[in-house]
């Protein structure tokens, strides 16, 4: 469903991206892996509109977009991000719809926020997530794994066809580690298609049916995770093996 | 809200005067001009911004709907010069925080100059008290009263009444809140955070110059020196009100007992008999307290 076709990124004389080609097909799992400044975080973010690539083109369904944060979602395409972009000022339920607030009719003409509606839909959210997470509470006073989850469910809302997750498991115990994974595997079968950013090696092998490598802004290796190993990843992620 | 009917309380013990209908009156009607302002002022704080160009804001207005009433024309066309104005200053400010992403304490800065000088310069530093075929209405307006209120203050309290509802039920005060609390992310969401941002200066201005032209009613006369200096009470209005100035937080009522309050310290001061240039210390004095009291209160929270 979504393919990159020689996207390169550059900001000022820095090369953060070089060619990169990637496709995605519906219900797959692609770990998405690399150091520090490979290109991770801007692959995501031209993916999720943030970035207009500075040469390629995105396609999805095989015609060529052009990505803005609202047409992403429009499209489908949902991240969550390391930070979690999360406003910690607000309650959960405010966050989760963050730019898409349900509005009613008061008196049939003007329009107010449906406070109601987005408690009993954030809770239901928080439910299918198995989180303990409270609609009203505010972020600031959550649990890195209830912040988590907010951000899981803010992008859960729109049903998405291709989830972004940076880092997803980061910043939570290994408890909240395995629900997070059992989540990706709940995406893939329900034909939602996850691009998984992380560090954490087992994560992906895990979870990700193909691991995609990129080194210094070039992708190095994209293949069936069967077909590789951790020990072989971590040698193209460090340089040690040039491609495969 | 309790600071206010403490100190209230406090005074119609100590001093007579206080209590009576005509300082109550007065009291109501001082803080109505403030209370207005700082409702916009506030919803400019929520996003984590500020607006120093108020005061100069009101003296604009004031001037440009002097004149155009003093050139005989009515009422609405004078108010809507007026408003233009507010708007256009408004509008200046809003474009350059939110789609140059200017900081907003250097361009509001800047805007308390240019619309003060601008009202010099339209005014030619008189002083207009000539309002024209429609002087009695807006004498009326501003300084008249209903139902023994001040008009100004009834013209607060819906205002008031309408601001809550906006922060509470309104998609766009959502938004603005969210910009205070996490601006980046809230740009991630899709929200249109320059538009947002853009509304609120707007907003801030028009309500500077509603209340500009209130109070030349209320005075019966407009110099350019109009509103010089009310930034200072307005922000304090609105952060005593418990508006955070990093952005965030912030309501239409507590805008609204943040001017009563710093108007009920005015007052009490002048009936103590203390001297008025004291009254600069105490007001800054109390926006300083605010913001301690704030720190502890928040302090304590995150600690726990």
Known sequence: MLQLRSVGMQFGAVEALHSVDLDLAPGEVAGLMGDNGAGKSTL?????????????????????????????????????????????????????????????????????????????????????????????????????????????ARARLSSPRLMLLDEPTAAISVRQIAEVLELIRGLRERGVCVLLISHRMSDVFAVADRVVVLRRGRKVADKATTDSSPEEVTALITGAIEAA | MLTVAALAGVMSLVSAPFASADNIFNISRNFAFIGLVALGQTAVIATGGIDLSVGSVMGLSGIVTGLVLGSGQPLVLAAAAGLGCAFLCGLTNGALVGYLRLSPFVVTLGMLSVARSLALVVSNNKMIHDFGPDERVVLALGGGRFLGLANPVWLLLVAALCAAAWFRYSRLARHVLAVGGNENSTRLAGVPVARVKLTVYVLSSLLAGVSAILMIGWLGAVTNALGQGYELRVIASAVIGGANLMGGEGGAFGAVAGAALIELIRNSLLLLGVDPYWQGAFVGGSIIVAMLVERVRRGSRTAG
Request: glycine fraction near 8%; aromatic fraction near 4%; charged fraction near 30%.
């Open chain 1, 44 to 152: 995501l973010k031209i993916v999720a509109g943030n970035f207009a690539p500075t040469s390629g083109e995105v396609r999805l369904d095989e015609r060529a977009v052009e990505l803005t944060p609202l047409s992403a979602r429009e499209h489908g395409i949902e991240a969550v991000y390391q930070d979690l972009a999360l406003c910690d000022n607000l309650s959960a339920a405010a966050n989760v719809f963050l730019g898409r607030e349900l509005s009613r009719r008061l008196l049939g003409v003007l329009p107010v926020l449906d406070h109601a509606a987005m408690r009993r839909r954030s809770a239901e959210l928080f439910d299918e997530l198995g989180s303990d997470t409270r609609p009203d509470d505010l972020v600031r006073r959550m649990s890195g794994g209830q912040r988590q989850a907010v951000a899981i």
